[in-house]
């Protein structure tokens, strides 16, 4: 059963793996084949550039980014993309943020000091939708907390009114504090890709609700996306190899000990401390024969073209917004894997 009420679940694609000169091309495959929600991620590269270039492209789909790293960013900077943004697309835009971990914040994004994240995402969020509020009313809405301000935004400052609601938001989590902010403030939440049903209905879930009824809202109004990953393959001796292939992503998430209570969940402590022991001794070729393949199956639903839907609804029963990968998928099996989009949206 879902946690929110929609009635149907929104697919997922993601752009701009290939580069920024593909994602137009990527946008157009992808709201081509039936995905409604495009979106990018802040790896290798920075996020901002390919959600533009998809909101520009875009004719029909949502366009987010899952995830932008928020503390890199000033929260009005990030107010301001999204406002032009949802303007450009006709209310298309929605703004995921997450928060990454103290090492990258402090040594490769140099945000300063390291703070609780959950306290500062909240204030984030707060500090955006102040100056949203003022965008659209011509007047100042305020906003002081402990790590944001926005006290000062003069006309010629200030973009002015749009014809669409403020972009949504969407914060990820993995543990109860930052889940419980999610449930107080954003639109929805992104559970982590090192995550697990059983992960999100013991611990995600309760602290969502929690955190909804502490400021007096509604649970079911909030959007969840499918947590963990999602591999297809047309046979199942190539899914093996895909399962087999996700060992090396499961060790470098699960040698984070922001991220052990996964793990807990499941008894694994013990892998937890090895692999971050491997880590901090850069072993990092030994971590992936640290992964059986009954942990992978812990953390990916997969399937084959018939049977990737059933394991969809028995392990993600929770979402609303459910990835459908396309990045195995032949141009010749562009048919098929519009008929799965459109099965998954029906569940």
Request: one cysteine or more; glycine letters at 8%; proline letters at 5%.
């Amino acid at each position: 059963m879902k946690v929110v009420g929609n009635a149907i679940v929104k697919v997922v694609g993601y752009i701009g793996r290939d580069g920024l000169a593909n994602v137009p091309g990527d946008v157009a495959r992808l709201e081509r084949l039936g995905y409604d929600v495009l979106t990018t991620s802040e790896l290798a590269n920075e996020a901002t550039m390919r959600w533009t270039l998809a909101a520009h492209s875009s004719t029909r789909a949502e366009v987010s980014t899952s995830v932008m790293i928020a503390f890199a960013r000033s929260p009005f900077v990030t107010a301001q993309m999204a406002w032009e943004l949802q303007q450009l697309t006709g209310g298309r835009v929605s703004v995921g943020l997450g928060t990454q971990v103290k090492g990258h914040n402090e040594r490769r994004f140099s945000t300063g000091e390291w703070v609780p994240p959950a306290p500062r995402m909240e204030e984030y969020v707060r500090a955006m939708r102040a100056a949203w509020r003022t965008f659209q009313t011509g007047r100042l809405e305020p906003f002081e907390g402990k790590h944001y301000r926005f006290t000062l935004c003069p006309p010629a400052f200030n973009p002015g009114p749009i014809d669409f609601p403020a972009p949504k938001v969407f914060i990820a989590a993995v543990g109860p504090a930052m889940t419980r902010v999610a449930g107080r403030v954003a639109d929805g939440l992104l559970p982590h890709a090192f995550t697990t049903p059983e992960y999100v209905r013991a611990v995600t879930i309760p602290n969502l609700a929690k955190g909804a009824e502490q400021a007096g809202r509604d649970v079911t109004e909030i959007e969840v996306a499918a947590g963990g990953m999602v591999a297809l393959a047309g046979s199942e001796a190539y899914l093996e190899k895909e399962l087999l292939a996700l060992r090396e992503r499961i060790a470098f998430y699960g040698s984070t000990r922001t991220y052990a209570s996964v793990f807990e969940t499941h008894g694994l402590e013990d892998l937890g401390a090895e692999l971050h022991r491997l880590s901090i001794k850069n072993r990092w070729s030994e971590m992936a024969d640290a992964i059986s393949l009954d942990v992978v199956r812990l953390f990916v639903t997969a399937g084959t073209w018939d049977s990737l839907l059933g394991e969809i609804e028995r392990r993600l029963g929770y979402a609303s917004r459910v990835s459908v990968p396309d990045e195995a998928a032949r141009p010749e099996d562009g048919e098929q894997l519009a008929e799965l989009v459109a099965r998954v949206k029906g569940i």
